[in-house]
């Protein structure tokens, strides 16, 4: 089966760190562009960041740079958002999603990380 | 890398036709025609409904269709059913970026 599954998210600490993974299966993983994308509680999609195929030109929203990473491993089928120095603007259901010519075309369902103290 | 316009609702009768605008610059929707659309329902994933400004993947009822004339695509939506009652969501990219629109509540009356 096509699909993408997030996990790692939960609740830290304003200040604090997670890193969040997203496992690929049922494609050819390496052959696409991978992004994040978040949803804050009852608001829009907002991008986040983007990687290409081969885990070049990492790119980030003006709101994330600086403080997330994005990275993937092809040869375990898994992209990567390590965040650090999270703030409660932060609190959202972070996507995976597959990038198929410009456009997402495969939504992981999500996983919510929720910053609070 | 600023949101993309849309309006915050429509709303329109079974059958009837709704259009949603979505404006960006000429650093996004204006210079690429890489303008998609998603359909979500509350608490649900975002399904791509248009792709490439105009293009709809397998499946999607050709109810639904895109356009684009400068920095600005729309969403039509022919022969309004119930079902169509979600959050649209138009996307560009933006080269370096790539950008939301806040999102458009349809609603049917």
């Known amino acids: 089966e096509v699909q993408l599954v997030e996990s790692g998210g939960g609740l830290v600490q304003p200040g604090g760190s997670l890193r969040l993974s997203c496992a690929a299966s049922?494609?050819?993983?390496?052959?696409?562009?991978m992004h994040w994308i978040r949803q804050a509680p009852g608001k829009g999609l907002v991008w986040v960041s983007r990687?290409?195929?081969?885990?070049?030109?990492?790119t980030y929203a003006d709101s994330v740079k600086g403080r997330f990473t994005i990275s993937r491993d092809n040869a375990k089928n898994t992209l990567y958002l390590q965040m650090n120095s999270l703030t409660v603007d932060d609190t959202a259901v972070y996507y995976c999603a597959r990038d198929s010519r410009h456009s997402i075309d495969l939504w992981g369902q999500g996983t919510l990380v929720t910053v609070s103290s | 890398q600023s949101a993309l316009t849309q309006p915050r609702s429509v709303s329109g009768s079974p059958g009837q036709s709704v259009t949603i605008s979505c404006t960006g610059t000429?650093?996004?929707?204006?210079?690429?025609?890489?303008v998609s659309w998603y359909q979500q329902y509350p608490g649900k994933v975002p399904k791509l409904i248009i792709s490439?400004?105009?293009k709809r993947p397998s499946g999607v009822p050709d109810r639904f269709s895109g356009s684009k004339s400068g920095n600005t695509a729309s969403l039509t939506i022919s022969g309004l059913q119930a079902e169509d009652e979600a959050d649209y969501y138009c996307?560009?990219?933006?080269?370096?970026?790539?950008?939301f629109g806040r999102g458009t509540k349809l609603t049917v009356l």
């Open positions: 990687i290409y195929s081969d885990g070049s030109s990492p």
């Open positions: 996307c560009s990219y933006g080269g370096s970026y790539e950008v």
């Open positions: 490439d400004v105009s």
């Open positions: 000429s650093s996004d929707v204006g210079v690429y025609n890489y």
């Open positions: 049922g494609f050819s993983f390496n052959m696409y562009w």
